[in-house]
């Protein structure tokens, strides 16, 4: 009996080394687009499946049980794909999503905007920009090559940034002293950024505001309508609903 969690973030880690520990076969699938992921425990497997279809082939050959969709809030394409897959096939799923950031207490004084060309527009005006909202939406804000960007990604992006772009590569979770640092650092006029939500990546939101920084945030994509759940302790309970998964003992994670 195997659960197949399409990964990719922090959360799908952790359920995986919970379920691991309670003897459950476990598949992470995480997609490669970074060049060193941090690897969950059970097995992994690496790449695309080719669209629903793939991944409904996938599902039959594994014999998977049971999928959780545990992938980022912005990875709207995988999670459409791994419902029709699983109405082909029938096996259960359920979608683990952390609340974004629109409860934060600050969120009322951010620009929110639909996609990265609206956050580009909201933010005109400014010449030093942070922008954290990922290697895919870099293109959007290509034509500011006039200007101070400092961007941060994980891995060196494959196209060469313009030049009077500068690029911190690392990976978070990151505290409030470093965002703080980096703000005042590089003279940071504007963050721009995506409501991944949790806890690993807020600060630079806390620092911005306290800096008097102003945030363009870009919203979550529209999704399917999947059952959802926020933690993982919620996400192990509905692992145990499943018929037929044999929980062993306690979880050593
Ligand atoms: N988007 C973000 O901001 C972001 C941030 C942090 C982490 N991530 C992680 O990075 C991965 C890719 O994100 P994305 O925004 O490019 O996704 P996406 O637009 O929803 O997916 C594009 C294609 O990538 C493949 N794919 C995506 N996630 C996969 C997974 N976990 N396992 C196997 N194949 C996967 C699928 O290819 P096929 O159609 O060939 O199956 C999918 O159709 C996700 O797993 C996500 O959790 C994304």
Known sequence: MTILILGGTAEARELAAVLVGYGLDVISSLAGRVNSPNLPPGRVRIGGFGGAHGLA????????????DATHPFAATISANSLQAADRTSTPLVRLERPGWRGHPRSGSWTWVADGAAARAAAEFERRPFLTTGRQSLPDFHPWADRDVLVRLVDVP????????????????????SERHILTAHGIDVLITKDSGGTHTVAKLDAAGDLGIPVVIIARPERPQVPHLETVAEA????????GLRFVGRSIP
Not at 57 to 68: C, E, F, G, I, K
Not at 159 to 167: F, V
Not at 236 to 243: E, G, T
């Open 158 to 177: 494959t196209d060469p940034l313009p030049q009077r772009w500068s690029l911190i590569r690392s990976r978070g979770p990151y505290s409030y002293t």
């Open 236 to 243: 192990i309970a509905w692992c145990r609903s499943v018929d």
């Open 57 to 68: 082939d996938y599902l039959r050959r594994q014999q998977v049980s049971a999928v959780v």
